[in-house]
């Protein structure tokens, strides 16, 4: 009758349900739960941590290769472990991702419930093993790995977590426990079948946006965007006015300058747009009239500007 539970891979509520749908399963007077895990949600293990210890029969953990993180918290909440001479433990404090401790939304209710659940975690921890030999071994306190300013992994070897309390006994590993654990392995393989989901997937229907339809059911975005708009047509409009104004004031200004000129020299007014004083002319305009001296001027300098229509 098989009265051995699997615990290899990740923690999570899917690894979670069936950890305890398979203790419920066992009909044998004892369990033994096999453990190689680098960790995952340590509030799933709160709820396998359970099960386990709701077990009436003898109970045993083996680690069999790694017990990291919440699989730590696993070993440090129940009694009866082993462990290989070649397992490993890793301890620290809950943490969610380094990116999303730096957040500025990593405050307040969020950062306070992380807190709750390593005060949990630590209060677990300490209850076992002895601290101070503990913070000696490893020259850290259990203070600064529960600190919520910063994450430090302390890992432990088989050897350590025995003399600090926290297995009760050693095992070698050798050739027919590695077959063992090997076999456990291809078993936990054979048998993975990812959770299906049974409900279709029905892609949603997405409705053509109008002009009509968004000012009715967003009015402050249709505002928004109005806005925009209107201030985007007022930035065209003036920058086109600012250029029509530029160009006036260059008319006028050499309009003033040439008149100054002939003024002063009593020159033929035609003669005084020579190449010396004033820049080549894109174009003449058609002159469909007699026209002034002054108006002749003023039609050379709108060419000159491009201000002939």
């Known amino acids: 009758m098989n009265n051995e539970v699997l615990i290899y891979g990740g923690i999570n509520v899917y690894s979670a349900e069936a950890f305890i749908n398979s203790v419920n399963n066992v009909e044998a007077d004892s369990l033994v739960v096999r453990m190689d895990t680098n960790g995952g949600d340590p509030q799933a293990t709160y709820g396998m941590v359970a099960k386990f210890n709701e077990f009436k029969g003898e109970k045993l953990l083996k680690v069999d290769g790694r017990a990291n993180s919440s699989g730590f918290f696993f070993v440090a909440m129940v009694d009866n472990v082993e462990a290989l001479d070649v397992s490993e433990f890793v301890v620290h404090r809950a943490a969610y991702s380094a990116e999303a401790e730096k957040s500025p939304l990593f405050k307040g209710e969020i950062k306070e419930r992380l807190k709750t659940i390593n005060d949990s975690l630590m209060s677990s921890f300490t209850a076992k093993i002895d601290v101070e030999m503990f913070e000696q071994m490893k020259s850290v306190t259990i203070s600064e790995i529960f600190s919520m300013d910063s994450r430090i992994d302390v890992k432990l070897t088989s050897a350590e977590a025995l003399k600090i309390g926290l297995i009760k006994n050693i095992n070698k590993l050798t050739p027919e426990i590695t077959a063992e654990i090997d076999s456990k392995k291809f078993e936990v393989e054979a048998n993975y079948k990812p959770k299906q989901d049974n409900k279709q997937i029905v892609q949603p229907k997405v409705e053509k946006m109008t002009e009509e339809k968004l000012k009715a059911e967003h009015p402050e ?52 747009l020579t190449a010396e004083n004033a820049a080549p002319v894109v174009a003449a305009p058609v002159v469909t009239a007699e026209l002034t001296d002054l108006e002749k001027i003023s039609a050379k300098i709108d060419a000159e500007l491009g201000l002939i229509k």
Do not use: F, H, Q, W
Request: hydrophobic content about 50%; cysteine-free.
């Open 221 to 272: 975005v249709y505002a928004s965007v109005v806005a925009v708009g209107v201030a985007r047509k007022d930035a065209e409009i003036t920058a086109e006015k600012l250029e029509v104004e530029a160009k006036r004031v260059a008319k006028e200004t050499m309009r003033a300058e040439i008149l100054a000129e002939i003024e002063a020299n009593k020159l033929n007014p035609l003669e005084s």
